[in-house]
């Protein structure tokens, strides 16, 4: 019998050597992250028409369910190679989920601070699991982002959030697989915004592959933060962001200036999505078959938002990043469905209840 095809994925940092920051091979810490799946959505012709291709970059699937892992895996390498034995975050949940288990995969500390009762519990029990010390605060992402920053000042730990360079150099990577999944890069590429990270980390993957001849054109970043905390649309800080899609639950993100720059260099747009949107976009998704987390949602939410405004072609390109997996977030998907029904253990009232 011959053997299928199949190999053991490297992780980002071993399979993109030569597009980041050259990292000691014995100093790499990996769940080997990356290689996620670009989906292609089905069931969205009723709302979309067949003129459109939209494919879904799956990111739920990374090792602890998150695109952080791309930059968790670059940053701590890095810390660890630099003798580094701790780590810090502030998080809305899933950096603090990915800092947990890399930090403990390479044998350091890991200490996260995050907004207390504001974070989804599959994210926090993640945190709690690996280990890392978990510290509630009572405030926001961003007054836990400026203590994390005091802290790693004064302290002998290495802040991780996306202010570390090397976690967006890491994120960039899942331009790049998108890019040879396609074989050419998508006319628009939506994703939701709350630190202001991600797009311009895919913003630099997709120069930096048409740079190198290996994409002829680059997309436009369509980034999407949510209505009630959705500080770049609205030109201030928030002080107090609010939304279901606790991930992006952010007043003053880290990388405005650089979000900007990806969405006016792009010719994109930066723009907002109402809880109702991205609930309505959290279902569709899963009629496809792909449970992601609200906050994901929004990417898509985009598409329907922009769709309306009637600015696609027949035949564009459009990938949405699904940022993280939906059991992240149990209780917001129990809250969006149908309640099961409950039944005693007879087969006459079974088949009563499931229509037959
Ligand atoms: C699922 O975990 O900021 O715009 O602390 O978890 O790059 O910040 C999470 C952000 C989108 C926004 N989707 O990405 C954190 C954190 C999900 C997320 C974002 C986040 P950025």
Not at 224 to 237: L, S, T, W
Request: proline share 5%; charged share 20%; aromatic share 8%.
């Amino acid at each position: 019998m011959q053997a299928i095809k199949t190999r053991n994925w490297n992780g980002i940092v071993r399979e993109f050597q030569e597009f980041l920051p050259k990292v000691k091979d014995d100093s790499i810490v990996t769940l080997r992250e990356g290689n996620t799946p670009l989906i292609e959505a089905l069931n969205m012709g009723a709302l979309f028409g067949n003129g459109l291709k939209i494919f879904l970059k799956y990111e739920g699937l990374n090792p602890t369910g998150s695109f952080k892992d791309r930059g968790m895996t670059m940053a701590v390498s890095k810390a660890n190679e630099d003798g580094s034995h701790a780590i810090i975050c502030a998080s809305t949940g899933n950096t603090s989920a990915a800092a947990a288990a890399y930090a403990v995969r390479g044998g350091l500390r890991a200490y996260v601070l995050i907004p207390e009762g504001k974070i989804a519990l599959g994210k926090l029990s993640q945190a709690m699991m690996h280990g890392a010390k978990v510290v509630q605060v009572q405030g926001n992402f961003d007054e836990a982002l400026t203590i994390v920053k005091e802290v790693s000042k004064a302290y002998p730990v290495t802040l991780v959030n996306s202010i570390n360079p090397y976690r967006l150099e890491g994120q960039k990577t899942a331009a790049f697989e998108i890019c040879n999944q396609l074989g050419f890069a998508p006319r628009y590429h939506f994703l939701p915004v709350g630190n202001a990270g991600n797009i311009t980390a895919y913003w630099r993957g997709y120069k930096e592959f048409k740079e190198k001849g290996i994409i002829e054109n680059l997309p436009k970043m369509m980034g999407f933060e949510a209505e009630g905390a959705a500080p770049i649309v609205k030109g201030h800080p928030i002080k107090n962001p609010e939304t279901v899609a606790s991930a992006i639950r952010i007043g003053n993100p880290s990388s405005w200036e650089a979000a900007v720059k990806a969405r006016d260099e792009s010719g994109g747009v930066i723009d907002m999505v109402s809880d109702d949107e991205i609930i309505y976009a959290y279902k569709l998704l899963a009629k496809e078959g792909v449970f992601c987390e609200p906050a994901s949602a929004a990417s898509l939410a985009g598409v329907i938002k922009m769709h309306k405004r009637d600015i696609f072609k027949n035949g564009d390109t459009i990938v949405c990043t699904l940022t993280g997996h939906g059991l992240k977030d149990p209780d917001t998907a129990i809250k969006s469905s149908d309640k099961p029904i409950t039944v005693p253990p007879e087969l006459d009232k079974v088949v009563k209840v499931l229509g037959f």
